[in-house]
């Protein structure tokens, strides 16, 4: 096959065969055909590859790793392998609409200033019926619904309020990736990317149309992460704040670091492991001083007894 322009890399980990397949499926349905896909399969044993197998499409390949990788890197061993000159990413169990590469290549293609395109997406179960009013929600908190179409340079604002659904939903370009990727990530990998590629002060350029659609089901990603997206979340916003690139969203991103290394401290109290727990309390307010992280040292401390609690926005 000759080069691909687009590289479509597939995290797989003891996926449901009927996702895989409704995937794969609605990427060899591309109108934009000049595309390879790597399925990078994260799971005790391959019995997946047959499943890839079976589409005999040559721009479809099978990675199996001999050894686990995790979910972020499972995907920086793929993003490194990638041929094409844009990576997007399609979850083992989301699907997209047949014009997704074709819409969203071409503003990359016209426009070399730009890191990314991203679209909205539709919100389905684990059947894959749409969820209209969840899509629509989906939509308002996440600032699509009313987001200006084209492009929007620099776009800290929206790394800052997770509005570009990297995961789901986006097609970036491949140089501007850094290097080196962090392992520490997880589950948060998604908003690791996102944050590389803003960095660069190159632009993103929305499409307001759901071309992708994104499952929801109790086993998927996203409703399993929990305590590890929030260590990989908190790293991420404690590496935004601290980078001179960025001063305009520091800030904020100094407040959401401080809330989330909250959630690990309090998680790991509530797991009994108190030194753990001392150490992310310690880091909530080196981002920002908190009564929420002054709690969890007291906690973690032996000072206080009762449990961490919820209470207002932790100014």
Known sequence: ??????????????????????????????????????????????????????????????????????????????????????????????VFEPAFLERLVAPLVADETLALAFCDHWVIDAVGQVLAEGTDRNSRKWGRSALAAGAHRPFGELLLRQTIPLAMGTVFRRSALPGRFDETAGPAYDLWVTYWLCRTGLGAYYVPERLSHWRTHPTNLTSAAGSDWALGGAACWAAIAAD??????????????????????????????????????????????????????????????????DKGDGS
């Open 1 to 94: 096959m000759s080069t691909p322009i687009v590289t479509i890399v597939t995290a797989a980990y003891k996926t449901q065969p009927d996702h895989l397949r409704a995937a794969l499926d609605s990427a060899t349905r591309q109108t934009f055909g000049a595309f390879e896909l790597i399925v990078s399969d994260d799971s005790p044993d391959a019995s997946l590859a047959d499943i890839v197998s079976s589409f005999g499409d040559p721009r479809l390949r099978y990675q199996r790793n001999v050894s686990a990788l995790g979910v972020a890197g499972n995907h920086w061993a793929r993003f490194r392998d990638a041929r094409g000159t844009y990576i997007t990413l399609l979850n083992h169990d989301d």
């Open 244 to 309: 001179p690139e960025l001063r305009a969203i520091a800030p904020a991103a100094r407040r959401r670091a401080a809330l989330a290394y909250y959630e690990c401290a309090r998680g790991a109290w509530r797991a009994g492991q108190l030194g753990v727990a001392r150490q992310f309390a310690r880091h909530s307010l080196e981002q920002r001083v908190t009564w929420r992280g002054a709690v969890a040292l007291a906690l973690s401390t032996g000072l206080l007894r009762p449990p961490i609690a």
